[in-house]
């Protein structure tokens, strides 16, 4: 891994927070996320801001609607179209300079450019570009929720794990084979070479989240997102795919942003929690405070309204009245108002929280009750960044088509050259 | 309102008539019925403004319980005694032909449900938990005749026929025992009609059995709609209007509609996010209170099952491997299945990380179920025995029935209770510190 030297020539306009989060692997600052649709703008996305610390899994909790999964999408630059950023950055290895690491000498011919594994905003690179698909997949790879449709059925398991792998570390199909079986067998599947040449149809519910496993490792990613991966299977498989997702990740290091709405599986797998509603995180700690010290009103009546074993059972369960307001509607002030058994009138109803420190490090809170969340002053929406970030954009993306057009022309000449030589 | 006269087959007008009735719901507020009152009055905000709707869309208990009360009032004639025998199975079966060859012929059969017995007594809650593929949901179904079973009895004690096996019954019989079976499906979405108003939709069992027709039909439909917890003047939107837990709702209403003794619950609440689960289940046991309910819930959710069940069944690949009362079940099973589907349970609580016992392999398909005990490719105690011999379900402890030749030897381990959660959601505090 590269050193992590503080880089004091950060260029202007880069957050003052990324240097002193070099231990993370993703910093997500003040995130934005628009689908303007004919019902209206959904705004699933109300200014997030949180890091995946490298090495440990971090976990993202929330019901539906709570942006959770667009959060995923964001960073891996496949938001759903029209969906787009509006506002906030996010980071990848903050800290690490240009020259850290450069990959893969011998690159296969038509894949994205070398990229050097180090800091880049992923919010201002092009969704199309080469700097982002030297990211995607092979830096921070993704599972998804249904095994099923994510795996292509016209293609072997084998091939489609090949593909990433010729894509982004080797030209060598054999090469790759071996190392798509190797994935299949550390994945935990039998016979890993018949495996490698069957059809996703043929595989149960649980090979076919094992197989999207072994694709997303077979880069060997810095940062894995998984979102939902337990979601579809069942108890015993859940069990088994969790069981292994811990295994590999102790075994490669890597970091892990683990999307679920299930507690249980939180509290099973997490090193930290962040607890998602309606496009804000409302609170974030270890996963020992989130469960044994919930601050927020929305964390405890959660945790209250799912059934425990060994519960009474003529104790009925907490209610949270009401449920997530429909997307296009905007809800003032705290957006757990509306349901919150505490809500402030004249507060909650009308000022945004802001996050506070409570307790112990690195526990914070969005809600009025604690102290420090109610800003001294309202806080508009923000559109300070949005000028500067403008700028980035266009300059990223005059750069991009520099580098395209660049590319363009040496593909030209080598045309010519063998046309010359034929 | 009357609601004795629900059963007797009023002669209903005709459909097209009822249909607009409910339809056009601005006959709606004219008649303040006795059941309920109007909140609409009271509430003067319209609930979209304050960004609040779902909120409004609850009712308040005083309201409900009034509902509630006229409806217990209907129920006092021919139900099933609480504790009588409500319904048995015996040797339920039911294979899908698998058909192949030259001229489409069977060449097997996949064994979905493949000879389950059990009793349910009026009153309680018997869940059926397993894996997807094991059998729970075609069970239920086959109950229900809504898939015709290849073999078995159904004997369904109805408070009017008397005793009638439900595989056996004649269309006519069939039709005159359904009222009283019920089912409420796992998709909110996909299972109510999204061109009816929500007050055809809840109105229309009644229709299809003429029970009532009319004024009537529209005070019944109130009266259902408070019951659920939701207002009377919703019976004129449509299904698109609501939340999913909302919609499920408008699912167990519909579902009482004809006053049910036995309500199968398909999943029920799956498809709900955590908060909104609760909400539904909460509603379930208070109707079962209220209203003597008998269910059979289906899931695959063990913490949802243990819950809300009195007994369980649990089912792999088509049979029934084991039956106990709840709490006996999570304590101390007897079957290595079952040892297996607790242990893997994740539990919420991050001091309890157990490693779940991990079974290898996956469910064999019951097209081609292996030889002897159908869990022996999986179980990590099995011996020769488990490998030709198939274990019958025998009764190995009081009202404890277990399918294992080693049910009484094994020191199976069942799950920890999790310490109670002693933390309260914060009530508002005093408006003394700090204004805005």
């Not at chain 1, 450019?113 to 830096?139: M, Q, V, W, Y």
């Not at chain 1, 507690?263 to 804000?280: E, S």
């Amino acid at each position: 891994m590269a050193d992590t030297i503080a880089d004091t020539s950060r260029e202007e306009g880069a957050p003052a927070y990324a240097s002193e989060a070099q231990d993370a692997v993703i910093d997500v600052a003040d995130l934005y996320v628009e689908f303007p649709t004919v019902l209206g703008v959904v705004r699933a996305l109300n200014g997030v801001t949180y890091r995946v610390p490298r090495g440990k899994v971090l976990g993202v909790v929330g019901e539906s609607g709570s942006g959770k999964s667009v959060t995923a999408r964001a960073i891996m630059q496949i938001l759903e179209k029209p969906g787009h950023i509006t506002n906030g950055e996010i980071w990848y290895r903050p800290g690490e300079r240009k020259d850290a690491v450069e990959r893969s000498a011998n690159r296969p011919k038509h894949s994205p450019p070398p990229f050097t594994s180090a800091e880049a905003d992923i919010a201002t690179l092009d969704p199309e570009g080469d700097e982002i698909r030297g990211i995607r997949g092979n830096e921070i790879a993704m599972i998804f929720q249904e095994p099923m449709t994510s795996l292509n059925p016209l293609y072997t398991i084998g091939n489609q794990i090949e593909e990433g792998i010729l894509l982004h570390q080797t030209a060598d199909k054999n090469v790759a084979h071996q190392r798509c079986v190797e994935m299949l067998r550390q994945v935990g599947m039998p016979n890993p070479e018949r495996i490698s040449q069957s059809y996703p149809h043929e595989l149960s519910g649980g090979m076919r989240q094992r197989a999207m496993i072994a694709m997303a490792l077979s880069c060997r990613p810095t940062m894995l997102i998984a979102d939902e991966p337990t979601t579809a299977l069942d108890v015993t498989t859940e069990a088994q795919i969790l069981e292994l997702m811990r295994e590999l990740q102790r075994e490669t290091g890597m970091s892990i942003l683990f999307i679920t709405h299930s507690m249980g599986v939180v509290a099973q797998i997490c090193d930290d929690v962040v607890v998602m509603y309606l496009g804000r995180i409302v609170e974030r700690a270890s996963v020992e405070e989130i469960f044994y010290n919930p601050k927020h009103p929305y964390t405890i009546s959660l945790l209250r309204s799912i059934p425990r074993f060994g519960m009474s059972k003529d104790q009925p369960l907490e209610v949270i009245h009401g449920s997530v307001p429909d997307p296009y509607s905007r809800v003032p002030g705290c957006p757990f108002h509306p349901r919150c058994p505490a809500a402030m009138p004249g507060i909650c109803d009308k000022i945004v929280p802001v996050e506070a420190p409570i307790g112990a490090p690195g526990h914070g809170v969005r809600c009025h009750l604690y102290e420090g969340c109610t800003p001294t002053k309202t806080v508009a929406e923000p559109s300070a960044p949005a000028r500067t970030r403008k700028e980035r954009r266009a300059k990223a993306a005059a750069d991009a088509k520099d580098a395209r057009d660049a590319a363009a022309r040496d593909n030209r000449a080598t045309m010519i050259d063998d046309s010359k030589g034929a | 309102m009357p609601t004795e006269d629900m059963r007797p087959e009023t002669p209903a007008g005709p459909q097209t008539e009822l249909g607009e009735n409910v339809d056009t719901k601005d006959s709606l507020d004219a008649p303040a019925s006795t059941a309920v009152d109007d909140p609409a009055a009271s509430d003067a905000a319209p609930p979209e403004a304050t960004g609040q709707s779902e909120e409004d869309l609850d009712l308040d208990d005083a309201e409900r319980e009034s509902a509630v009360e006229e409806l217990q009032q209907g129920l006092k004639t021919e139900r099933v005694p609480i504790g009588d025998m409500l319904l048995e199975v015996r040797d339920l079966k039911k294979h899908f032909p698998i058909t192949g060859g030259f001229i489409r012929h069977q060449i097997g059969a996949v064994k979905a449900v493949d000879g389950v017995s059990f009793d349910i007594r009026k009153g309680e809650t018997f869940s059926i938990v397993g894996e997807s593929g094991c059998g729970k949901s075609t069970t239920g179904r086959a109950i229900l005749q809504l898939e015709k079973p290849t073999g078995g009895e159904v004997i369904f004690n109805d408070p009017k026929l008397g005793k009638i096996d439900l595989v056996q019954a004649t269309r006519k019989e069939l039709k005159a025992a359904r009222p009283n079976l019920q089912i409420i499906f796992q998709d909110p979405y996909a299972s109510l009609d999204a061109r009816m108003t929500v007050g055809r939709i809840i109105a229309e069992p009644l229709v299809i059995n003429k029970v009532m027709s009319g004024r009537a039909l529209r005070d019944r439909v109130a009266q259902l709609l408070t019951i659920v917890g939701m207002r009377p003047e919703h019976a004129s939107r449509y299904p698109h209007a609501f939340s999913g837990g909302q919609r499920q709702r408008l699912g167990i209403a519909r579902a009482l509609a004809l006053n049910p003794e036995l309500i199968i619950c398909d999943e029920a609440v799956s498809a709900l996010d955590v908060s909104v689960q609760a909400q539904v289940l909460n509603l379930l046991e208070k109707l079962q209170q209220e209203l003597g309910l008998t269910y059979i819930f289906i899931s695959h959710d063990l913490s949802v099952i243990e819950h809300i069940s009195d007994r369980v069944a649990v089912m792999y690949v088509g049979k029934v491997v084991e039956v106990a009362p709840t709490a006996e079940l999570f304590s101390r099973p007897r079957m290595p299945y079952t040892e297996a589907l607790l242990s893997s349970v994740p539990a919420p609580d991050p001091r309890n990380r157990v490693k779940p016992k991990i079974l290898i392999g996956d469910v064999p398909s019951p097209a081609n179920p292996p030889s002897g005990c159908y869990f022996h490719t999986r179980c990590p105690y099995a011996k020769d025995i488990c490998k030709t011999d198939a274990p019958p379900l025998r009764e190995v402890a009081d009202d404890h029935y277990a399918a294992c030749h080693f049910a009484d030897e094994l020191e199976l381990k069942g799950v920890n209770a999790l310490p109670p959660l002693d933390i309260q959601v914060p009530t508002r505090p005093q408006m003394a510190d700090s204004t805005a």
